[in-house]
């Protein structure tokens, strides 16, 4: 399904029970119509995509691939067995539940946010693990673009929700035990996981 598709019919479902569908349409061809013209979709690996914001894409349209510098954050979410939530956006890594901050934003919403969007799950910031950058933080995405994260690390707690992608750039979500940690795509240290 692609990401506007997938973004309909979340509409749909959400919308679906008011009385007058025909508002509703035109409020989801607003709602996509604004989404395609300020987010720039990159196509990863089959159906998954990674939106950027219109801040990042107008960098892009000025720098191209060029190598860009990248505040961000991170989560580490624990389930009751300790085990640690990874996602999968397709390739051969794995990464946390993580993403840019927004202009406007405290890392503590931006990784609220990211969590919520990647994982489905509402989470309470507990405290900060760590801040982590250099040039073992660089990234190569799978259309070119070059970027180096700064990323802010945060404990965090489970406080709602079901585990499942929203934004559909996760297409696997699973626990696993640090011991069984699988091939990440930043070099995170293991300190941040106890």
């Known amino acids: ?82 085990e640690i939530l990874f996602q999968y956006p397709g390739g051969e890594y794995w990464s946390l539940p993580a993403g840019a901050i927004e202009l406007g934003e405290t890392p503590e919403e931006a990784v609220v946010r990211e969590v919520w969007e990647e994982t489905g799950l509402k989470v309470q910031v507990k405290k900060q693990k760590g801040v982590f950058g250099g040039k073992e933080y660089r990234y190569t995405y799978s259309n070119g673009d070059e970027v180096e994260y700064i990323v802010v690390v945060f404990e965090c707690e489970v406080t709602s929700g079901e585990l499942r992608s929203i934004d559909g750039e996760s297409l696997k979500l699973q626990y696993f035990s640090l011991s069984e940690k699988p091939p990440l795509a930043l070099p995170y240290p293991d300190k941040i996981f106890l």
């Open 1 to 82: 399904m692609s990401y506007l598709k997938m973004i309909e019919s979340y509409l749909l479902v959400v919308l679906g029970s008011f009385s007058y569908p025909f508002y509703i349409e035109i409020v989801i061809g607003i709602i996509i119509q604004w989404v395609s013209e300020n987010t720039v979709f990159i196509n990863g690996v089959g159906e998954n995509y990674m939106s950027m914001s219109l801040y990042y894409k107008k960098i892009r349209e000025q720098l191209g691939h060029e190598l860009i510098f990248i505040p961000s954050v991170a989560a580490v979410i624990k389930n009751e067995q300790g």
